[in-house]
């Protein structure tokens, strides 16, 4: 998991403060979701393969960016957490066609058609969720108070901790789940839809 992390330090004038008042300091976080760029990789295994003729593997990301504020109290810093910049989609997918089927024949041009249609189903997953998963990170962002730490030095493991809390929140758990689970659908989907017939007119 790539974790990035920006700070903004803000210095007030030191006054009796300690740690549980790091709630004083808790912001409503903003959230942007990114959905990355992808690319297709065809390739040929040069043994043969266990499924019938093709098959397509996705890459997917889901990654957060942190921006915190880190305010200077009497005995510490409170870190709160400010936006969430967060990357969730595919990046990848490789197409895998058997070797019994040549570059540019009727049958590969068949089983490339029908993979592309898995890719398309990926793809409009995530165009198709993007509300629902811009909200359970919304609902995990808001759900995390500020962390008080008594020195710089700590300042990186408590916005590890923001991070896994933030990850680790049941919202954003079943999230992931639901993603996963609309997957295998659209792709059982997109093989019962297709009913051989394209490959068939190629023997």
Known sequence: MIKKYIISLFFIIPTLCFGDDCLDYKLTPNVVLNIPSWSKQVVQPLQK?????????????DNYELITDITNIEDGFCIALKKVEATIGYTDFLVQIDLSHK????????????????????????????????????????????????????MESAIDKLNEELQNHPDIILLKQHLKAEEEIRNKRVDQNDTGETLRKCF
Do not use: W
């Not at 189903?121 to 993007?130: E, P, W």
């Not at 629902?132 to 919304?138: G, N, P, V, W």
């Open 49 to 61: 393969m266990d499924v019938l003729h093709g098959d397509v593997i996705a890459t997917m990301v």
């Open 103 to 154: 570059p540019n024949t009727c049958s590969y041009n068949a089983i490339l058609q029908h993979e592309d249609e898995h890719i398309r189903s990926y793809l409009s997953l995530i165009d198709d969720n993007k509300k629902s998963i811009e909200k359970s990170i919304t609902s995990a962002a808001n759900s995390i108070t500020p962390i008080f730490v008594k020195s710089q030095n700590d």
